[in-house]
């Protein structure tokens, strides 16, 4: 089992209590559950997008910045984020994290119209980048030997809730007269967790600093640029921002078009959507892999074949299983293999004490140009139909990401050895080229 193998690595007991296995994973489970809910809400408006535009009137192009604002708010506060957590506990920024983008879920059911209901969705983001930023720094750092397996992990939590998500929230929208229903059983679900995470989660988990005991893994970041914006860090950042534009902007507006474009019921829109996150469940494996292959090979091969997905997905198959399939597919390689691979190969494009300027940087690049992903692909649509829209922005856009990554410099990644002289396992090694 994945998280066994990440639970048995060698602690400091300079960071605080060493804790015990079983603790480590149940700390790694509650804070993997607060992200489902966070994926629930995330995924959630895209599917309730079509009876929200009913009653309000809103246009398509309203309707796509709506269902993307959120990363506006994501991108805007994650490198404050980052600088945040080097002044706060990572529990501490975790838990106001949580409290923002829950309240601010709630107020999307008192909007009035277009105005605050886009404000509120917004500010949400900045709830979840704030979660996203020191959840993601907290398990990279415990779990730095296995660090994109163990983000992998958190990421398997999102496509737990990237399946709930649009699956529930058509259910309890009751066809999408009740589309306020899952904003309210969504938001107060997070409030919960505020408590079960203050009672259950130790600092000593959060604040692990990424040290080892001398007969464990240790992390080899001497030859780590000392800036936060050297050249990996870009390159990586530019990835992630592309890979940003492209899968939000099908994850806003996919549903739109199987019901527009294709005449599918509001139920079949939702379960395809929900695929999506059954997807994104590989990104346990995705993270193996990437902590044992070459990681720019592996995020190049995924985003070329996440080029030929994206095509498909708006020029290809009309009916509902190949639709489903395409969507999962989607899922693992956005969500499971990218998201994950770029995240930890940021992280390791740094020093130690950079992840959580890193990680809010990360957030920013990853998820403020999405912001307008939406707008942009309704846009496309406009202009060139459905087809030529995901042509553009689901397989055009995302090979500027692939050049980048030719340039990444793998020698200056951080890799992981063993104290007492060894080298451990490390898709990083100083054998790659350049």
């Known amino acids: 089992m994945a998280t066994a193998q990440i639970g048995r690595q060698s602690l400091s007991p300079a960071n605080g209590p060493r804790l015990t296995r079983t603790v480590a994973l149940i700390s790694l489970l509650v804070l993997a559950l607060s992200y489902v809910v966070n994926a629930m809400d995330r995924q959630v408006f895209s599917v309730l997008l079509p009876g929200i535009r009913d009653e309000f009137g809103f246009s398509l192009t309203q309707g796509g910045l709506l269902a993307t604002i959120f990363t506006l708010g994501i991108g805007v506060a994650g490198v404050p984020t980052g600088y945040l957590l080097d002044h706060l506990s990572r529990r501490s920024v975790i838990l106001l994290g949580i409290a923002i983008y829950s309240l601010f879920t709630i107020l999307t059911t008192v909007a009035t119209g277009f105005p605050d209901m886009l404000a509120y969705r917004a ?81 000593s988990f959060t604040e692990r600093k990424e040290t080892a005991v001398p007969a464990g893994p240790r992390l080899d970041a001497g030859h780590v640029p000392g800036r936060l914006y050297n050249r990996n860090v870009l390159l990586l950042g530019l990835t992630a921002a592309v890979v ?120 920013a690049a990853f998820y403020l140009p999405a912001a307008f992903s939406g707008y942009l692909f309704s846009a496309f649509v406009d202009g060139v139909g459905w087809g030529g829209a995901g042509l553009w922005e689901l397989t055009v856009m995302p090979l500027a990401g692939v050049v980048a990554l030719f340039f990444v410099n793998t020698r200056e990644l951080a890799r992981t050895t063993l104290s007492g002289g060894g080298s451990g396992r490390n898709p990083l090694s100083d054998a790659e080229g350049n």
């Not at 306020?180 to 107060?188: K, V």
């Not at 020093?351 to 959580?356: A, D, S």
């Open 123 to 203: 500010f949400s983001g900045v709830g979840e980048a704030m979660q996203n930023g020191a959840l993601f720094a907290a398990v990279g750092a415990y779990f730095f030997a296995n660090r994109a397996m163990a983000l992998g992990t958190l990421n398997c939590a999102y496509g737990i809730g990237g399946f709930l998500g649009p699956v529930l929230g058509s259910k309890l929208a009751d066809g999408g007269s009740a589309w306020r229903t899952p904003f309210w059983t969504f938001g107060l679900i997070g409030l919960v967790f505020i408590g079960i995470i203050a009672l259950v989660i130790r600092r």
């Open 244 to 363: 940003g534009i492209s899968m939000y902007g099908y994850i806003g507006l996919y549903p739109t078009f199987l019901e527009s474009r294709l005449g599918f019921s509001s139920g079949h829109a939702a379960l395809a959507a929900s695929m999506f996150g059954l997807g994104a469940l590989l990104g346990i494996p995705a993270g193996w892999l990437g902590d044992r292959l070459n990681q720019r090979t592996v995020m190049i091969v995924a985003l070329l074949a996440g080029c030929v997905v994206g095509y498909l997905l708006f020029n290809g198959p009309t009916t509902p299983g190949p639709q489903y399939a395409l969507s999962i597919a989607e899922g693992a390689i956005a969500s499971g293999f990218l998201f994950v691979n770029i995240y930890s190969a940021m992280q390791r494009a740094v020093r130690p004490r950079m992840i959580g300027r890193v990680s809010g940087l990360f957030v």
